[in-house]
């Protein structure tokens, strides 16, 4: 019995019904479709808008059988729910848009057997490559692999220093940024510093991650700026969450009162930590600064706004998928490995607000014919490195 036109499948518009309305070949068509150059723009446009009448979509799976290539790239990463990831994989997806990419985003929830699915190959193929962002996988997994099971471009801070071949590694060099970061405080007249944001590795976090890099980076800045590290001023922390930053900035505080200046892992950690200073009565910056890391969005809108290290996610992005495609077109070499740069961002966290005098009420300073201070720099500006006075000679930052 016939089906009805009512229960009759529709057949998908195709390339024949385009070329029909808008008047040209075929082959006309598949080159608009698949963005080859040498067609008037005028043709393009006519074909563009058949294309919408009619509702075509192009077929991947047979453009990949032509091609080799689908356009689809599979960004794994630990978790959206954290901000940094999230904007960076905003930033994944503009800049594979302006290349006519597609972004796959692929979360492995910070779980040791989904990243492991990961690296050694999802069950159906997703995409022509993949950036991933492992977290938990030990050094000893990816000593054992000959070979990624698909182009792999590498990012984060959990990996070793051997990677497989068909790989490569995008970073920011987490020891060189918690330096600086430290440094800006001292710069500032911090002398009882702390960490908030250091990694257990007894409860399975692995020695490369972020917050034992960045601890480094603020041990190291205490030393060579003559402050030596107190053990006890290092807070670990369960997460890298704000109720982490909330929790054990209360625990740091409790130890320490006369903490003058904390160095967090991350900007929500420093967010959590802005709220329990301000439940405990301490000042920011007055009594103790605060400086975070990531540069996330919500950090100039925090009270006050947060000083932070800025990761150029941008670079990092372009750098990946560049490093990706030239992997997905053939390219078999060894593995390569990229330091992106970053920026430190100075807002009201770190500096005081500077405010004005009252004409009749002149400050002592200037009641008294002393020279005046220097202006602060303005929230958001990028400092420069601390003069060399505040360093050894030829120091070089710890690797």
Not at 134 to 150: G, I, K, V, Y
Request: with cysteine.
């Amino acid at each position: 019995m016939p089906s009805s036109p009512a229960t009759r499948r529709r057949r998908p518009p195709s390339l024949r019904d385009v070329a029909e309305l808008a008047g040209v070949s075929i082959k006309t068509v598949s080159n608009v479709v698949n963005d080859y150059p040498h067609v008037k723009d005028s043709t393009r446009e006519k074909v563009r808008e058949a294309i919408l009448q009619v509702g075509y979509r192009p077929q991947v799976a047979a453009q990949q059988l032509r091609t080799g290539a689908s356009g689809m790239i599979t960004l794994a990463v630990p978790s959206l729910d954290f901000s940094y990831f999230s904007n960076l994989a905003q930033q994944f997806i503009e800049v594979a848009q302006e290349r006519g990419q597609t972004i796959l985003l692929h979360s492995t929830s910070g779980g040791r057997e989904a990243e492991r699915t990961v690296l050694e190959g999802f069950k159906r193929v997703l995409g022509d490559g993949v950036i991933f962002n492992p977290l938990m996988l030990e050094e000893e997994l990816f000593a054992r692999m000959e070979r990624t099971s698909q182009p792999t471009v590498f990012i984060g801070e959990h990996l070793p220093e051997t990677l497989p071949q068909g790989s490569d590694y995008v970073r920011i060099d987490n020891v060189g940024a918690a330096y600086e970061a430290t440094s800006h405080l001292i710069a500032q007249g911090r002398r009882r510093l702390a960490f908030i944001g250091a990694i257990d590795t007894a409860q399975g976090k692995q020695p490369h991650s972020s917050g034992t890099l960045r601890r480094d980076g603020f041990l190291a800045a205490l030393d060579a700026h003559g402050l030596g590290g107190d053990p006890a001023r290092i807070q670990v922390v369960d997460d890298w969450r704000r109720e982490d930053g909330f929790g054990g900035a209360r625990e740091l505080l409790a130890r320490h009162p006369k903490v003058d200046g904390i160095v967090c892992g991350n900007d929500d950690l420093a967010t959590g930590a802005l709220a329990m200073l301000r439940r405990l009565g301490q000042r920011v910056p007055e009594d103790v600064a605060v400086i975070g890391y990531d540069d996330a969005p919500d950090s100039p809108f925090t009270i006050p706004s947060l000083s932070t290290i800025a990761p150029d996610k941008l670079t990092l992005a372009a750098t990946a998928l560049d490093l990706l495609a030239e992997r997905i077109q053939g390219y078999d070499g060894p593995p390569r490995t990229i330091d992106t740069p970053y920026s430190l961002v100075v807002r009201e966290s770190t500096v005081p607000v500077a405010v004005e005098a009252s004409p009749e009420a002149p400050t002592p300073s200037a009641a008294a014919g002393a020279a005046p201070s220097a202006a602060p720099p303005a929230p958001g500006a990028v400092l420069p490195e601390p003069e060399p006075t505040a360093r050894p000679e030829n120091e070089e930052l710890p690797r």
